[in-house]
């Protein structure tokens, strides 16, 4: 029998099942992957997020980590959603042209996009480049692995450089963001703290013209010194009289020795009642004057403090805070690494002979319970 002859018949002999689960499926998987499908390159590369840590106890290293400048996985999964978000598909778009390059009419209807779908919207465009960018990040190392798949190698290696680039920029902007934030907050902590300052300043300087005193404490203690000079001689002049009195009382120098006892008297009240003699003394003063005293110096510490801040600020903005660190460069793939044809068209022969048991041994069970 001829071989033209030969073949219906076997196909004839062949379970409808199997042709429908395994021989179809095959072939169309053969002329696909062996004819049709088309290679894909894979641009790998590797880069670390890094953020140089301060070992600081002043209040401005506390800002800093406050700032986020000490969380570098953070604005590594920052710049991996970045690397993924609709900007950088304009931008890529923009400058590479890359949705024209996905849909160039010579790649194969599955893979080009918009594919079988036809949606050529921004939006499906979008979501079918996420599916051709993938970026994982090690927790344990915290390096990120940028893969990139294209059509040609040389658009694989564009795409991943440019995006690496473009995390760059970003972690660019977040530092100037932070520094300009920083020393913004550092400068307006000075500027209130100066109003505060000169506010004090001046309402001391307005008691001490209004009252006419300089330092109450200071200026008191002249009196004080006074006082106690004129007491000793009191306590002399009244030991005089009282030995003259004793001596001889109709001594003509007792009624001499008495004015002057009362004039001492008279001398040592006006200079107490000048020290601590009411609202117009000295100590009356003292407190409302130690009060604004109190309260200039507090706002000269506050202000002094806030410019060491600011300065520390300043030199701290000179610094990059983070750095998109490239550990592996992008690769330029020499050959396809996708798609896996022979393993491909393998798979698809095993699934194909796992439906065809699983349906035979469900449709026999069938029959058997329906005889």
Do not use: C
Not at 170 to 178: A, P, S, Y
Not at 179 to 194: F, G, N, T
Not at 209 to 235: F, T, Y
């Amino acid at each position: 029998m001829k071989l033209s002859q030969r073949l219906p018949a076997a196909l004839q002999r062949i379970s409808p099942l199997f042709l429908a689960t395994v021989v179809l499926p095959t072939l169309l998987a053969l002329i696909y992957y062996g004819l049709l499908a088309s290679d894909v390159y894979i641009s790998e590369s590797h880069f670390v997020i890094r953020s140089p840590e301060r070992q600081s106890t002043s209040p401005l290293g506390f800002i800093l980590k406050g700032a986020g400048f000490s969380r570098a996985e953070d604005d590594a999964h920052a710049v991996q959603n970045f690397m993924l978000s609709r900007d950088a598909v304009r931008a890529l778009d923009g400058e590479l042209g890359i949705k024209q390059a996905y849909s160039a009419a010579d790649l194969d209807l599955l893979s080009r996009f918009p594919g079988l779908d036809w949606d050529d919207s921004f939006e499906n465009f979008h979501r079918y480049f996420q599916k051709q960018v993938t970026i994982q990040l090690d927790p344990t190392s915290s390096i990120s692995v940028l893969t990139v798949r294209a059509f040609s190698a040389q658009q694989a290696e564009a795409i991943n450089r440019r995006l690496l680039e473009l995390g760059e920029q970003l972690v660019n902007r977040l530092n100037e963001r932070g520094r300009d934030d920083l020393i913004r907050y550092a400068a307006k902590e000075v500027s209130d703290l100066e109003a505060k300052a000169k506010g004090a300043a001046l309402a001391l300087a307005q008691y001490r013209n209004a009252q006419g005193v300089i330092d109450p404490e200071r200026q008191s203690s002249i009196p004080l010194q006074q006082i106690a000079k004129l007491q000793e001689e009191l306590i002399a002049t009244k030991a005089q009289r009282l030995q003259l009195e004793r001596v001889a009382r109709e001594n003509p120098q007792l009624p001499l020795l008495q004015q002057r006892i009362q004039l001492l008297e008279q001398e040592i009240e006006a200079a107490s009642m000048r020290v601590a003699g009411g609202d117009r003394s000295l100590a009356g003063k003292a407190a409302e004057f130690q009060r604004l005293a109190l309260e200039k110096e507090f706002a000269d510490k506050m202000l002094a403090s806030a410019m060491s801040t600011l300065e520390l600020a300043r030199n701290e903005a000179q610094r990059q805070q983070l750095y998109l660190e490239r550990v592996a460069q992008p690769s330029l793939p020499d050959q396809a690494l996708e798609p896996r044809r022979i393993r491909n068209i393998a798979s698809v022969l095993v699934l194909g002979l796992i439906s065809w048991g699983v349906l035979g041994m469900l449709i026999a069970g069938i029959r058997e319970h329906q005889d």
